[in-house]
C-alpha cells in the first residue's frame, strides 16, 4: 500500500485527493509515533527487569535503553534519550497530549514542546496545563508552534511562578560557547548567554556596523559582513582576522595537496564534526597559513583499499598520538551510528581485559555517553576484519546488530612503476618537503570579502 502511495501512479492524482492524502498520511506519521513511544516505555520496563535479575545497581538499571531506541530509529543515542523521556512523560503524566498525538491531531515535535515548556513544574501543574491545551481538541486549531510553547509557558508561569523562576535561573549557569559546521566551509559559532547580555552583545556588533557605514566614503561590506568581523575581532583582538594563529588538522591527498586532484579534503576541528573543504580552498588555507607562519601539517597515509595506516609525527608513537590518529581516521566524529557527536573517549572494541590490544585497530572514537552505554549488560561488540574498511559490528542486548565504517579517507594517487619503486609515504613526504621548502605547487588568491 505505502510503495503503491509513493510510486509513479502519485503524479497522477487530483489535487483535491492529493491534499486529503498528505493530511491522512500527516495523522497517520503522529499515530505511529504515539505507537513508538509506548514500545519504548515497554522496552525500558523489559530492560530494567532484566537488569534487576542481573544484579544490576538500581542506579545503573535503564542504561542502553535510549541507545537502543535512537538506533532502531536511526537517530543519536542523545535523540534516542530525549524520545523515550518524551513518552514516559506522555503515557504517564500528560494523557490528554498523549491522546491527541495517537489522533493525529498533534505532531510529535509539537507534543514534545509541551513536554518541554512543562518539565519544571509539579506532576499535578503539569496535568493541569496538559488539559487545558490538549482536552479539548478545539483548543489547538489553528494554533501554531510558537504560539503552543508561548501558551503552556504562559500557563507555567500561573501555575507555579517559583518554579520558573528558579528554571531561569539554572539556564543562566548553562551558558556556553558552541560551534558547528555549515554549508560553503563557514561554521556557525553560538553563544548561549542570558538574554540581556546577549541584546547588549549585538545592539554594540549592531552599532560599530552602523558607524562604519555612514563614515567617510563608507564600508563597501554589508551590514552583516562588518558586524561579523567586528565580533572576530573583538573576540581575537586582532585587527586582522586573517592573521589568527592557527593549528589545524587537515586530511587531504597528495593530488589534492599538489594542485592537480579535485578530493575535498577535511579539516578536524576540536569540538565539532568535521568540516569537508573543497580541494582549491583546501590549498589557499594551507598556503596561506604557510605565508603567515600559522599552521602546522599533519600528514597521513593510506593503504591501497583507502584505509588510514599511519600518521607523521615528529615523536614516537604513543597513546597521545594514538589518541590523535583515531581522532581524524574517524573524523573527529563518535563512531556509534547515527551518533554525530563529537569524540571524547577512545575506547577498545575487544575490551584490554579480554586480551584486545591497544592499536589502531582495535581502538575507535566515541562520545562520552556511547563509550558508558557499551558497558551495559548485554552490549557486545566486534571487529569485522575481512573488510578493508574499519568496520564494527554492535550487537545489543535485543539480539539486534548495527555496522559502523570508519569514513574512507582521500587515496593518495596511484605511483607509476619504477626499477625501484618509492613508496608512497615517501612520495608523499617529498610532496611536503617541496611544498614548505617553495610554496611551489601551490597558486592562489586572497579571496575578497
Request: charged share 20%.
Amino acid at each position: 500500500m505505502l510503495e503503491q502511495v509513493a510510486g509513479p501512479a502519485i503524479a497522477s492524482l487530483e489535487s483535491p485527493v492529493a491534499v486529503d492524502l498528505i493530511a491522512a498520511l500527516e495523522e497517520l506519521k503522529s499515530t505511529v509515533c504515539a505507537a513508538q513511544a509506548v514500545l519504548s516505555v515497554a522496552l525500558d520496563t523489559a530492560e530494567r527487569d532484566r537488569q534487576a535479575v542481573a544484579g544490576v545497581p538500581a542506579r545503573r538499571r535503564g542504561q542502553g535503553v535510549a541507545a537502543q531506541v535512537g538506533l532502531a530509529r536511526r537517530e543519536s543515542p542523545h535523540r534516542g534519550s530525549v524520545l523515550l523521556g518524551a513518552a514516559k512523560v506522555w503515557t504517564a503524566e500528560m494523557p490528554h497530549t498523549f491522546a491527541a498525538l495517537r489522533a493525529g491531531r498533534l505532531s510529535e515535535y509539537r507534543a514534545m514542546i509541551l513536554v518541554a515548556e512543562t518539565a519544571c513544574l509539579e506532576r499535578e501543574d503539569r496535568a493541569e496545563v496538559d488539559r487545558l491545551l490538549c482536552a479539548d481538541p478545539a483548543t489547538l486549531d489553528g494554533v501554531g508552534t510558537r504560539a503552543l510553547a508561548a501558551l503552556a509557558r504562559g500557563h507555567a508561569a500561573r501555575l507555579d511562578p517559583s518554579a520558573v523562576v528558579r528554571r531561569a535561573r539554572r539556564a543562566e549557569g548553562e551558558r556556553r560557547v558552541s560551534i558547528r559546521p555549515a554549508p560553503d566551509t563557514m561554521c556557525y559559532l553560538s553563544a548561549l548567554v542570558p538574554m540581556k547580555h546577549g541584546i547588549a552583545a549585538f545592539a554594540a556588533l549592531k552599532t560599530a556596523a552602523d558607524l562604519a557605514r555612514t563614515t567617510q566614503g563608507g564600508d563597501p561590506r554589508g551590514h552583516g559582513q562588518i558586524m561579523a568581523d567586528t565580533l572576530i575581532q573583538r573576540i581575537t583582538g586582532l585587527a586582522d582576522p586573517d592573521d589568527i594563529p592557527v593549528t589545524v588538522n587537515l586530511v587531504l591527498s597528495d593530488t589534492t595537496l599538489l594542485g592537480a586532484g579535485h578530493d575535498p579534503a577535511h579539516l578536524d576541528t576540536p569540538g565539532t564534526s568535521p568540516a569537508p573543504v573543497p580541494a582549491q580552498i583546501a590549498r589557499e588555507l594551507i598556503a596561506a597559513g604557510l605565508d603567515t607562519h600559522a599552521v602546522w601539517l599533519r600528514r597521513l597515509y593510506a593503504d591501497p583499499h583507502g584505509q588510514l595506516v599511519a600518521m607523521s609525527t615528529t615523536q614516537r608513537f604513543h597513546p597521545d598520538g594514538l589518541a590523535t590518529f583515531l581522532r581524524l581516521r574517524d573524523q573527529g566524529i563518535c563512531r556509534t551510528p547515527y551518533c554525530g557527536a563529537p569524540i571524547r573517549h577512545i575506547d577498545h572494541i575487544t575490551p584490554a581485559a579480554a586480551g584486545g590490544p591497544t592499536d589502531a585497530t582495535n581502538s575507535q572514537g566515541l562520545c562520552e555517553a556511547c563509550n558508558h552505554t557499551k558497558q551495559a549488560p548485554g552490549w557486545t561488540q566486534t571487529l569485522t576484519p575481512e573488510t578493508h574498511q574499519h568496520t564494527v559490528v554492535t550487537t545489543t542486548p535485543t539480539g539486534h546488530r548495527y555496522a559502523s565504517h570508519a569514513p574512507p579517507p582521500s587515496t593518495p594517487a596511484p605511483q607509476p612503476s619504477r626499477d625501484e619503486p618509492e613508496t608512497g609515504r615517501r612520495v608523499v613526504d617529498l610532496a611536503f618537503e617541496r611544498l614548505l621548502a617553495t610554496h611551489a605547487p601551490i597558486e592562489y588568491e586572497r579571496r575578497a570579502a
